[in-house]
């Protein structure tokens, strides 16, 4: 007698697999935190960002000889990679940068503003519209930017100037993928993003002719944040390609209380209620837009 057919265990809805991939890039990038600071010691940020670069360029060559994927590498939306590797250079390097001078929940809570930059462009890039929805969500997340920066009440220093910046180019990267995810597999994405901004890093890491190498102590830090750096960006590339930028980008807010318990426990970083208040306002103004265009 023949038996039946079990029903194909149906997969989760896209929404909730992006969440899964989000899941690792938040540890990543909790990760690379850790390991940045450890490399300040010795390194600028562009030497971190070289030295996490080429580990990367290592990683995707032999991932990508191993699955026989040259094919899916070439020089096509080249001109997209690039912009979207000079942004994501760009606010790389200013991240790097801001964790080393102000506590990781102020730099974490900064970095969370980029969700409200990817609302303002992502009508002119992605074509998608911009609601009054998405309008007050923007005007709600920049009160809780002036919350956690407080200008008048703290000075304002390069350390948070830097971590502000930094969610605009991590925006531009956000969006940029969104566009090449529509035609360009994730192999290829990670394959210029090592390769290109490796190049950045030699080139400005090495300007003054003074580039430095890890020491023996620190070699196992530099591989860790290539390692975990690649490893993020393979996670948030995969959540992008199966979900809405707009939805994406706000799953990412898990990381500051993360970065507040690492801050609290590695460095003794006290917790800063308005940090703490103003990235739950900002949170808040993101989650806002996300269950109007669920709803749409």
Known sequence: MTQPIAPATPLPSPNLRAAIWMLGAIASFMTMAVAGRVLAAELDTFEIMTWRSLTGVVIVVAVVAMRGAWDQVSTRRFGLHLIRNVAHFTGQNLWFYAITVIPLAQ????????????????????????????????????????????????AITPGLMAAAACALGFAGTILTTKLLTRDVSTIGILFWLTVMQAVFGLVCGGYDMDFAVPSAALWPWAVLVGCAGLFAHFCVTSALSIAPASVVSPMDFLRLPTAAVVGLLLYNEALDP?????????FGANYYNIRGGARG
């Open 107 to 154: 730099v974490f809570a900064l970095e969370f503003t980029a969700p409200l930059w990817v609302l303002v462009l992502s009508p002119l890039l992605l074509g998608e519209k911009m609601t009054s929805r998405r309008a007050i969500a923007g005007v709600v997340g920049f009160a809780g930017i002036l919350l956690i920066t407080r200008p008048g009440a703290q």
């Open 274 to 282: 308005f940090v703490l208040i103003g990235a739950a306002i900002i």
